[in-house]
């Protein structure tokens, strides 16, 4: 999952009904060069190569800079 020449695709509400079945599909997707999930609280769950930041995109203190 961690190919040099893959897209990096971020993924918010990945923890949510349709972002689980979204950043499963990319991490099975050889196109893909890495997926990270933000969402409120890290899962328990996580396909392999995906990274995850625990982020309230509602919240204006939200600093997403060191994510990209």
């Keep these: 999952m961690s190919s040099a020449t893959g897209s990096r695709i971020v993924v ?11 950043v499963r599909l990319l991490s099975e997707d050889p196109e893909v060069g890495s997926v990270l999930g933000l969402a409120r609280r890290i899962p328990e769950w996580s396909p ?12 204006q203190q939200s600093d997403l800079t060191g994510h990209f």
């Design 48 to 59: 392999a190569g995906t990274e995850w930041a625990a982020v309230d995109l509602a919240s």
């Design 12 to 22: 918010t509400g990945a923890t949510g009904n349709v972002g689980t079945s979204v």
